[in-house]
């Protein structure tokens, strides 16, 4: 993996955030973040995209985002909506386990 001179990786990065729901709360937290997404869409610099996950067992929720930079990744919390948006979800949250990734191999079918 190379690194720019801030030390953060160069090239596109995925930021992985892993959320516990409370219990029942898992519906919820899914519609605001598809609407979130929406929203997101041609309005985010840097942005590539997001996959939203939901677990099989209802308790958890898997969010795969893909920015041009940490730095694209880390001015989106400096924005009003996304504070307003995390002022939404945040009732529906148990906790957050977030981290940065870069791809080292994939594998695709055609």
């Excluded at 973040?33 to 929406?38: G, V």
């Excluded at 148990?94 to 594998?107: A, K, L």
């Amino acid at each position: 993996m190379t690194q720019n001179a801030k030390n953060e990786p160069n090239g596109p990065v995925a930021f992985v955030n892993i959320f516990t729901l409370k219990p029942g709360k898992l519906d919820d937290f899914i519609a605001l973040q598809k609407i979130n997404l929406e929203r997101s869409v041609g309005n985010v610099p840097g942005w590539r995209g997001s996959r939203l996950h939901r677990s099989i067992d209802g308790n958890t929720a898997i969010m795969i985002s893909t920015f041009d930079s940490v730095a694209d990744h880390q001015r989106v919390h400096e924005t009003q909506g996304f504070t307003e948006h995390i002022e939404k979800v945040a009732p529906l949250i148990e906790s957050v386990t977030p981290g940065y990734y870069q791809v080292v191999h994939e594998v695709t079918q055609a």
